[in-house]
């Protein structure tokens, strides 16, 4: 583990946090809001928000490691991309679907959820691409 590395970590951390608490805490608040026998209360979640901050240190420095593993001598930007569209293919994708199977979730909520969480992957592969820009050039 490198300097680089642990920058990257924390920058998609907080990127990470803050881009979940927009999608989930402003975008989508109404729809949960609507479904209050499925999700716990606010007040009643706000006590489990220490394991949401490990459970997004464990998914950036998984995010950031594997992105580590695999740059190429390529342009970041499109490289990045690409990654956070992978990225969600294996994550936000099938575990929505997967809850929409098994809970009651309205049809158009899990659409949104998968829109807008593969939209905070590709910002998110962007940004660790570009993090990591300088590493492999050719």
């Known amino acids: 583990m490198n300097k680089k590395f642990v920058i990257a970590w924390v920058a998609v951390f907080v990127a990470w946090m803050a881009g979940s608490f927009v ?3 402003v975008l989508l608040h ?3 809001a609507k ?5 716990r209360p606010e007040a009643d979640a706000q006590q ?3 394991l949401m901050i490990l459970a997004h240190v464990i998914l ?3 995010f950031v490691w594997i992105y580590s593993r695999g740059a190429e001598a390529k342009p970041w930007l499109a490289q990045g991309i690409r990654f956070g569209v992978a990225i969600a293919l294996l994550t936000s994708v099938p575990m929505y679907l997967i809850y929409y199977v098994v809970q009651p979730m309205p049809g158009m909520h899990v659409a949104k959820q998968i829109v ?3 939209v905070l992957m590709l910002v998110l592969g962007a940004l ?3 993090l990591y820009r300088n ?3 050719a």
């Open 30 to 32: 109404d729809d949960y």
């Open 116 to 118: 807008f969480d593969g």
């Open 35 to 39: 479904l209050p026998n499925l999700f």
């Open 60 to 62: 950036s420095g998984a």
């Open 128 to 130: 660790v691409a570009f």
């Open 48 to 50: 489990y928000f220490p």
């Open 135 to 137: 590493s492999r050039a």
């Open 23 to 25: 999608v989930h805490g």
